[in-house]
Structure formats: structure tokens, C-alpha cells
């Protein structure tokens, strides 16, 4: 098995997102892979089916490691090259396991970005949105409130003077030149210490690595000697959790006080956000401001129409 590019490339790109948070759900994960004209889609060249995303989630194959109880094949490192690491893999099924998120609302659209995320003034609901047909039959979009009995109920906003007033407000978070310059040394000071954290945490890691190496034999001496099914089962499972610590541990092993990217490729994001949430809002795809939204505010925000 070897990397297929592109494809490769925006199936990693969606399982780290995943592990990491940028996509809070599975369904935000659909809506990137559908997004991506070379990623192969299921129904109708534009939609990827839900439980297609549940199974790339879940792939042990994608981390680089194949398992299959049914046929008595433990855990144990492919001969392939894994899109992601095991520790990111393990951060994915966490995520998996986790008290379920609402879902996200499937008429969230480019049309409409802050649909489900404004709120009405008068009686906190979120606003919903749609496209108006005038008598002339040319569209017009539109938020409203759709809560009966509120004073603005059916009285709509136009999605262009809701949307600048937001972009106003977006641009007010702006940081000054000298803050934004205080911001970048800290990040830049925090990277040096956790660069300097993950130099000295080699020995440490191979004082564990070590440990679990004779755990690990003593167990197998044990269900060896085992007589009970029972015992021989749990010995068993003790070892395959152990197998799954060693694997990570050497993957930090390999990987301590040498990161992946620099501090530029790695930070420049987070510089962009800071420096101006506007500018991303406006000029990136669907996914990311919605990210503007998560990074700028704790809530909701309320929209009074007057």
C-alpha cells in the first residue's frame, strides 16, 4: 500500500483536523471531504456517505498498523507508510468516545455562515435563514426568526446588512501593531521552552519504554503458566493495552525535540487570527469561518434588527 495523491493528502488533512479539534464533529468532516473536488464522493459525484466517514475514522491502517482479532493478527506496525500517527489515531477514537456532540445543522451553508450562530434580540432564538423569491423571480437571501409569538417573528434581516454589521464587529477585534507583536514573542518564547521540555523528555521515555518491556514479558511467562480461560483472557488484554503504550512511546521517542514544522509554518494561523479574523473570514472556504467563530466568541451573539 502507498500514498495515492492528492487524495492522500486531504484524507490526512481531515483525520488530524478531527484529532485535534478544528472539526468538531463527524459531520464537519463530510462537509471537507465534500468540498474537495479530487476526493472521490459516493452519491451523485457530490456527497460522502456518513458511515464512509465513520469507517476512514476508525481505519487502524491509516495510523500505519493493521489488526484482526478474527483471524488472530494482534496489534503489530504494517509494512506501509501510515497518513497519520498512532498517537493522533488514538486522540480520533478519545474523540469518538466522547459524550456525543449535537450535530451540526445540515442547512448551515456558504449562503448563509451565521445561520444557527446569531441569535434574535427579542426571544434568543437563533435565527434561521432562506432565499426570498420576488415577484419578479429574482432571489433575495434573508435571516429571520422563525419563534412564534416573538415580536420580530417572520420579519426579516437582510443577509448583507447582517453580515457587514458582523464583518464591523470582526474588525473591531483586530490587534494593534504592538500588540500583535507582544503576541507573536510570546508565541515565540512558549515554542522555545516546549522545544526545550521535549529535549530533556528522551531519558525519561526510555525509562518507560523499558518498564513496559518487562511488564510485557512477564505477562506472556504468565499466560503461558495459566491454566484458567479466564486469567489467560484478561493476561491477554493487559498485554495488548501495554502493546498499544509501547507503540506510542516510541513514536515520541522518535519525535522528541524534533518538530514537524517550524515555528513560521506552524504559527502561521494562529499569527493570521490575531492579526486580523476579518481577512479570514472573508478570503478562506466554508470550514474556516466557522473556525472564526469558535476562536472569536464564547457564544452566540444576539442581533437586534432596530
Known amino acids: 500500500m502507498i500514498r495515492n495523491a492528492p487524495i492522500a493528502s486531504i484524507l490526512q488533512e481531515?483525520?488530524?483536523?478531527?484529532?485535534?479539534?478544528?472539526?468538531?464533529?463527524?459531520?464537519?468532516?463530510?462537509?471537507?471531504?465534500?468540498?474537495?473536488?479530487?476526493?472521490?464522493?459516493?452519491?451523485?459525484?457530490?456527497?460522502?456517505?456518513?458511515?464512509?466517514?465513520?469507517?476512514?475514522?476508525?481505519?487502524?491502517?491509516?495510523?500505519?498498523?493493521?489488526?484482526?482479532?478474527?483471524?488472530?493478527?494482534?496489534?503489530?506496525?504494517?509494512?506501509?507508510?501510515?497518513?497519520?500517527?498512532?498517537?493522533?489515531?488514538?486522540?480520533?477514537?478519545?474523540?469518538?468516545?466522547?459524550?456525543?456532540?449535537?450535530?451540526?445543522?445540515?442547512?448551515?451553508?456558504?449562503?448563509?455562515?451565521?445561520?444557527?450562530f446569531i441569535l434574535c434580540n427579542d426571544c434568543g432564538s437563533a435565527l434561521t435563514a432562506c432565499w426570498s423569491t420576488s415577484k419578479t423571480g429574482k432571489k433575495h437571501p434573508y435571516y429571520l426568526c422563525k419563534t412564534k409569538g416573538c415580536e420580530s417573528y417572520r420579519k426579516s434581516i437582510?443577509?448583507?446588512?447582517?453580515?457587514?454589521?458582523?464583518?464591523?464587529?470582526?474588525?473591531?477585534?483586530?490587534?494593534?501593531k504592538n500588540l500583535f507583536k507582544l503576541a507573536r514573542v510570546m508565541f515565540k518564547d512558549a515554542w522555545n521552552m516546549r522545544l526545550a521540555q521535549a529535549q530533556g523528555v528522551g531519558k525519561e521515555l526510555r525509562k518507560q519504554a523499558a518498564q513496559i518491556e518487562k511488564q510485557i514479558d512477564t505477562l506472556v511467562e504468565r499466560t503461558v503458566e495459566a491454566t484458567s480461560a479466564s486469567v489467560m483472557s484478561a493476561f491477554e488484554r493487559k498485554v495488548e493495552k501495554l502493546e498499544e503504550e509501547r507503540i506510542l512511546i516510541k513514536e515520541q521517542m522518535a519525535s522528541a525535540g524534533k518538530p514537524k514544522h517550524t515555528f513560521e509554518e506552524s504559527c502561521e494561523l494562529a499569527m493570521q487570527f490575531p492579526a486580523s479574523p476579518c481577512k479570514i473570514w472573508n478570503n478562506y472556504d466554508f470550514e474556516r469561518p466557522r473556525m472564526v467563530l469558535r476562536l472569536a466568541f464564547v457564544e452566540p451573539l444576539g442581533y437586534c434588527r432596530i
Open 14 to 116: 481531515a483525520l488530524e483536523g478531527y484529532a485535534c479539534g478544528r472539526f468538531q464533529t463527524q459531520v464537519e468532516v463530510k462537509r471537507f471531504l465534500e468540498h474537495q473536488p479530487l476526493f472521490p464522493k459516493d452519491l451523485n459525484d457530490r456527497e460522502v456517505r456518513n458511515q464512509r466517514v465513520f469507517e476512514m475514522l476508525t481505519r487502524l491502517l491509516y495510523a500505519g498498523y493493521l489488526e484482526h482479532v478474527a483471524w488472530g493478527v494482534s496489534l503489530r506496525e504494517g509494512h506501509h507508510e501510515g497518513l497519520i500517527d498512532f498517537s493522533t489515531y488514538q486522540r480520533i477514537q478519545e474523540r469518538l468516545r466522547e459524550t456525543a456532540k449535537a450535530p451540526a445543522r445540515k442547512d448551515i451553508s456558504q449562503d448563509f455562515p451565521l445561520r444557527g
Open 158 to 176: 437582510r443577509r448583507d446588512t447582517l453580515e457587514d454589521d458582523f464583518e464591523e464587529l470582526l474588525k473591531s477585534l483586530e490587534s494593534s
